[in-house]
């Protein structure tokens, strides 16, 4: 006879790793907060590692998916055409890409925005024959042998070969601890044949890196990176899987530096509903698959398409879901340069709804996130040495839940520096 009470710890892999932050069973979750089987409240500001901006159970979005499951409605398709499909691809028209100008095909390329990624690698690399691409320190993009190529963390590397991509790691932004990379050793380094370098393919970035430590790309270094790509016929992947959908403001993270990327991945909270959906975006003549070229059972997940598409209706037909995620970041900005400017090597950074509490002494952001979690806040920590507590609360939270969660966190850190 099992013993449901050890289960977890029997029978499931020692690879799992959120169940050890917060040692509990959740069983029900409504708008910010999630509830423990012990009936214990957490309020959220992990949202399903930003699978959740509209928060958990959106009232509007579970309506629409119960209704279209009481009408029989299709919940697996692969890739037919359906009903669910079409009105999702007029509403990410109608809502999205129109207003903004942008012109891109969609590729529905497999249920994570690790799918995502390893599409727009493979297309960057049969549409330019070539192969190597061009990733950054600190990167996270997935762990499938592709995508783990171009994410710089040898923690999650570790013991998994020889890449499968070859990729050459290039310094983020501020990498060298606010000196501000200009590209001038790339430019010079691509230009001489004496480098060594394969001609790249692409080169993948965030525009925060949300896993990396919420590194924040200024708007110009983005913007020069943008233009060497174009001078050099290299292609721009933007990897849009955590910081797209709204979470910096606009929907796509890199409208804040005017760019258009050759191709993009989206996914988390594309679907709305926290459900498996993602996108990859490309301009059209990179559409250059063989149909059938690129395929994967589960490409259409139709009950996310609907929560899809009542997500960008409700939420993305005018600019007030954008100015209201900015008026709700500078708060949450505001509030933590405070709380940081109360102790010694603690500092912020972010935008928009994603916000780093930096931690200079070791193990601190851990603390941090045990002490709040005990005391009812759910924020994980991210960065390479897990240095920075990383809040990423869902866009729909009230600014009483903000200040409460702030408070919670400011009680957690006066504690850890005990
Ligand atoms: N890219 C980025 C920027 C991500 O943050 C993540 C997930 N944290 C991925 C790709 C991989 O997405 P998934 O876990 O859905 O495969």
């Avoid at 070229?293 to 589960?298: D, R, S, V, W, Y």
């Amino acid at each position: 006879m099992i013993d449901p009470s050890t289960i977890f710890t029997t029978l499931e892999s020692e690879v799992r790793g959120y169940s050890r932050n917060w040692p509990t069973v959740f069983d029900t979750a409504k708008g910010s907060w999630i509830r423990g089987e012990d009936g214990r409240e957490y309020l959220d500001f992990f949202a399903g590692a930003g699978a959740l901006n509209y928060g958990h159970n959106n009232d509007v979005l579970k309506r629409a998916l119960l209704s279209y499951l009481a009408d029989d409605g299709i919940t697996h398709s692969l890739d037919m055409h359906t009903v669910a499909k079409r009105d999702f691809l007029t509403a990410f028209e109608e809502n999205i890409l129109r207003p903004r100008g942008l012109d891109y095909k969609v590729q529905f390329p497999g249920p994570t925005g690790t799918n995502a990624v390893e599409a727009a690698l493979k297309l960057a690399r049969k549409a330019t024959g070539r192969e190597s691409i061009i990733s950054f320190t600190n990167a996270f993009h997935g762990m499938t042998l592709g995508a783990l190529s171009v994410t710089g963390n040898s923690m999650k590397r570790a013991g998994a070969g020889v890449p499968l991509v070859h990729a050459t790691p290039m310094p983020f932004d501020n990498y060298f601890d606010g000196v501000a990379e200009d590209f001038h050793w790339f430019s010079r380094v691509l230009d001489d044949s004496g480098s060594g370098l394969n001609r790249p393919a692409a080169v993948i970035v965030e525009t925060i890196q949300g896993e990396g430590g919420v590194n924040v790309a200024r708007p110009e270094w983005l913007r020069a990176l943008a233009d060497l790509c174009a001078e050099r016929d290299i292609l721009l992947i933007v990897d849009d899987v955590q910081m797209g959908c709204g979470r910096t403001g606009p929907f796509f993270s890199f409208e804040v530096a005017g760019i258009t990327p050759d191709i993009v991945t989206l996914s988390k909270s594309i679907g709305g509903y926290g459900m498996p959906m993602a996108l990859t975006l490309f301009k059209p003549e990179l559409d250059i698959w063989a149909p059938g070229e690129h395929n994967g059972t589960f490409r259409g997940n139709n009950p996310a398409f609907v929560t899809a598409r009542v997500a960008l209706e409700q939420y993305w037909n005018d600019k007030q879901f954008e100015g209201d995620t900015l008026i709700k970041g500078s708060r949450v900005a505001e509030k933590l340069t405070t709380l940081a400017d109360d102790f010694d090597g603690v500092s912020t950074r972010g935008r928009g709804l994603v916000q780093g509490l930096a931690f200079e002494q070791p193990d601190l952001a851990t603390k941090v996130c045990s002490l709040a979690f005990d005391a009812g806040l759910l924020a994980e920590t991210s960065g390479p040495s897990d240095q920075v507590v990383k809040l990423l609360p869902p866009l729909t939270i009230s600014e009483d839940e903000l200040d409460h969660g702030l408070s919670v966190l400011a009680e957690a850190t006066a504690r850890a520096f005990g």
